[in-house]
């Protein structure tokens, strides 16, 4: 009982950090890669200077964040005169919470034997090992559909009890795209539970450490490379970043839904978007990238598609599973950059036509595809 | 009043989108490949030690071609024995459109040929247009004006003001029209 407790309590940290730590990393990587993409240099000013020194460290812009946060937290907070404070004031939370929320299915490495990692650890935990994952619930994409479709309620919210035209139009741009990509996301993603037979996220991510037609890694982006595109644009789509970012247009919308928001309750609204990019990035490792693990690899060791194998004690295994699940994550996230610096934004309607006339039918027949396949294999 | 439909104007040149074009996807992917390789070229740069930005680091650094005729702060200029060379006349307080510069002139007896010289001298940078007129104004060349910009970002409106000593003491390393008789023993205004 202590011992299911303190691996939660562990867990739960680690996982809190990990997401508060991308969102932090995830500001500088976006103006450093943007500035590297279009040859300027990037924001590179914010020194902290060593007390009594003249030692300035820069450490290539990284204290910018600080600074943001430092400056979102002193910042005037706005109160706009609205019927609907409460709402007003809780949109921002209800936005924020369901995105941490997520990924609590999400498993960020195999499992873990505490007494095989450090002998004396046996007193506490005997020698049980838990999945490394904060909810390892059966229902795992599920719940992932479920708590990121919350998240079109604080978008509302917030427009809707702003009492500003151009929030209410940012809120309902923002709802009816999130509604229609949020179909497309659940298609591409059935197709992935036909081949896998299952939703539970650690399952799928067992299933891809194989091998396909004898020396592919089986990952998800191999089965199913068409529904790997349309999630990625679908879920890009649903975290309203350009090419989708018309609910918060600023040549149109001033910032769309959060446009009477100010300091913190802003920063929360960046701070969930930044998020969510990692998040999705962590969704898009785990369904199509094989998770954490490395090609070949499970939680025994290497198997590689020769014949040979390569046994890993069990601390390698957790520290290789945990790395690779950052690095993957981490290199998601930076091709979500390169889209987001690269391609300009859609009209509206074009937003909407691309969803329910391209990617729609587009995931309707993958998933119509992958269901002849698995049924011909299966037969 | 007749109400037709609105028929878009068509151009000339209008670009005629190809069947590869309205599939969207090679073109979209056509992008990222620039991108991506720009971002790839300018991080190997970065990654060994050079420089991977047309960016000029602005204060630090400047372009080759920043402009020699650079109208930026002030300088008063002194004479031989460290004196100011300004006598004075408010010719350039007169000129100026912005009505920054405020001089009061003081007596000195003892010099016979100039005997008015400025007890204060002060600009107010926060108006300033860098207009030059006060330069050409100027009967005695006593105020110029170097290329340098003034690095005066200051959190209130009154540090802007720049009075007499400070004007004096600029130094400018790149105003060589004249030679300035007492070397500086220390160079001022330097960045650390």
Redesign the interface.
Known sequence: MIADLVIAVVFIGYAISVLMGFGTILTWVERK?A???????GANRAYIRIPFT?VKLVWWGLFHGMADGLKMLLKEDFKPRTYDWYAYAVAPWVVFTPVLLVFAVIPFGGTITPARLWEPLAAVFGDKSWPMQIAPLDAGILIVFAFSGLTIIGAMLAGWSSSNKFSLLGALRAGSQMISYELVLGLTVLGLILVYGTVDLDAMVRHQSGTVLGFLPAWGIVYQPFAA?LFLAAAIAENKRIPFDLPEAESELIAGYFTEYSAMKMGLFMFAEFIEIAIIGALFTTLFLGGYNLPFMSDAGFAFPGGATVAMPHGAVVVTQLATFLLKVFVVCSFQI??R???PRFRYDQVLTFAWKFMFPLALANLVVTALVVWWVGA | MSRRPHVRKRYWNEPEMGLWEKAY?PE?LR??F???G??LR??AK?MTGRK????T?YPEETRPDYAPANRGKHVLTRRPDGSPQCIACNMCATVCPAKVIEIEAGFDPADAAHPKFPVRFEIDYSRCVFCGLCVEACPEDAIRMAKEVPDLPAADRWTMWLGREELLAWQPQSDVAKPYPPAPKAPQGDR?
């Open positions: 890669q500035a590297v993409m279009s040859d300027r240099i003249q595109t390169l889209i610096w690269t391609l | 996807l979209i992008g990222l620039i991108t991506g720009v971002f300018n991080m970065w991977g930005a047309l960016t680091y650390p």
